[in-house]
């Protein structure tokens, strides 16, 4: 876990701050330096001093263990069973009544019967995000689990945690390429100070499904090529990045539906377009301490029943 700063200690973290600051005056036309200076920022916000070039000459921290340590170090820990068949059966009925009340009662039935619907929707991508998800129980409790809030706390500390992102989405493939400007190329995030996403596969995910990927290490400074930075926030196919990373860096996430892939996307990922005649169903909850940054929707919560609003309170969880 993270070291606890006193508040004597803290005083310390200033001159830094402005030291990283002076630098960005200095280079914000080079998108590179840019690029650093907002993950040194980045850290300098969250307590992580020891991450920042000179810090760790006046702070030490303990090392961080098991699943927490991957996530810090490589960028992205995994959860084989994050979810019981039961409740992705719960998220499939819930999907079955937003996309033309498609009624099953095996688990075949409800993708048969949501593949033909899916070929009289001409688009790669339908989302259900924020308040229709929110009102309903399956989402909440998924929220509420035990093994969330014990990331986010060794993750984050003791700051109070902002959801600022909650998506359901199923994508297909009916125009056979993927287009520039969607997550399905190489990218990096640059949302907030500080979060990290969960992506839970509500599918079945193998390589023609469409996998999630992600570039070990990316997260950061330094690790994402000068060249890639230097095009500003673009894109990125492919080849381009099988010209610059090792082989081994670049992690395909297959696996069951149920699996849970946590990862801090200031590294480069995407998630591959499926194959004809395939799709991925999956669920996305984005998680922050910070509201500075990109403007998002507002999550509306008056409707919460008083339950989930104690358990958001006493967890200092909130909506963004």
């Given at each position: 876990m993270k070291e606890k700063f006193n508040k004597f200690q803290i005083i310390y973290r200033f001159p830094i701050f402005f030291i990283g600051l002076f630098i960005y005056l200095i280079f914000k036309k080079n998108f590179s330096v840019f690029h650093k200076q907002l993950i040194y920022l980045n850290y300098f916000y969250n307590g992580d001093l020891t991450k920042i070039p000179f810090a760790s000459f006046f702070f030490n921290s303990?090392?961080?263990t098991g699943s927490i340590s991957q996530l810090i170090n490589k960028g992205y820990m995994i959860e084989e069973k994050f979810l019981e068949k039961e409740e992705i059966?719960?998220?499939?009925?819930?999907?079955?009544?937003?996309?033309?009340?498609?009624?099953?009662?095996?688990?075949?039935?409800?993708?048969?019967?949501?593949?033909?619907?899916?070929?009289?929707?001409?688009?790669?991508?339908?989302?259900?995000?924020?308040?229709?998800?929110?009102?309903?129980?399956?989402?909440?409790?998924?929220?509420?689990k035990k093994y969330v809030r014990e990331i986010l706390d060794n993750y984050f500390g003791n700051k109070k945690k902002i959801i600022d992102i909650l998506s359901l989405s199923i994508t297909q493939n009916m125009n056979s390429k993927?287009?520039?400007?969607?997550?399905?190329?190489?990218?990096?995030?640059?949302?907030?100070?500080?979060?990290?996403?969960?992506?839970?596969?509500?599918?079945?995910?193998?390589?023609?499904?469409?996998?999630?990927?992600?570039?070990?290490?990316?997260?950061?400074?330094?690790?994402?090529?000068?060249?890639?930075?230097?095009?500003?926030?673009?894109?990125?196919?492919e080849g381009e990045i099988n010209n610059i990373y090792d082989n081994k860096l670049i992690k395909t996430f297959t696996g069951n539906s149920g699996k849970?892939?946590?990862?801090?996307?200031?590294?480069?990922?995407?998630?591959?377009?499926?194959?004809?005649?395939?799709?991925?169903?999956?669920?996305?909850?984005?998680?922050?301490?910070s509201r500075f940054g990109s403007p998002m929707n507002k999550i509306p919560i008056n409707n919460l029943d008083q339950n989930f609003k104690k358990y958001l309170n006493e967890n200092r969880i909130e909506f963004f």
């Open positions: 303990q090392e961080e059966i719960k998220i499939y009925k819930f999907i079955s009544k937003k996309i033309n009340k498609i009624k099953f009662n095996r688990i075949e039935d409800f993708h048969l019967k949501l593949s033909e619907n899916l070929k009289l929707i001409n688009n790669n991508k339908i989302t259900i995000e924020n308040e229709e998800l929110i009102n309903e129980d399956i989402f909440k409790d998924i929220i509420k993927t287009i520039e400007d969607s997550a399905q190329m190489y990218h990096y995030d640059m949302d907030r100070l500080n979060w990290i996403k969960f992506f839970i596969y509500l599918t079945d995910v193998e390589n023609a499904h469409g996998p999630h990927q992600f570039i070990e290490n990316t997260h950061k400074p330094g690790e994402i090529s000068s060249k890639i930075l230097s095009y500003g926030y673009k894109r990125l196919d849970l892939i946590v990862e801090n996307t200031k590294g480069l990922h995407r998630g591959k377009l499926p194959k004809k005649d395939f799709y991925r169903i999956m669920l996305t909850m984005s998680f922050t301490t």
